[in-house]
C-alpha cells in the first residue's frame, strides 16, 4: 500500500496532548491515529458497517 500525507489543523493544546499520548504509549502520532480511524464507522446506505482491517500492520 502507498503512504499518503494529510496535513491538520490542530490547536497546540491538542497537538501537545496527542504528543504526549504517542510518548506515553510509546509510538507515533501517526499510529494512534490511525488506529482511531480504523474504529470509525462508515454509513452505508440505510445502515452502518464498519469496515474490515486488511492488514493491521499496515
Not at 497537538?15 to 494512534?32: E, G, P, V
Amino acid at each position: 500500500m502507498k503512504n499518503k500525507s494529510v496535513n491538520l489543523r490542530l490547536s497546540e493544546r491538542r497537538l501537545n496532548i496527542l504528543r504526549m499520548y504517542a510518548s506515553q504509549k510509546d509510538t507515533t502520532m501517526t499510529h494512534i491515529l490511525e488506529d482511531f480511524i480504523d474504529t470509525l464507522e462508515i454509513k452505508n446506505g440505510d445502515s452502518l458497517s464498519t469496515p474490515s482491517t486488511v492488514n493491521p500492520v499496515d
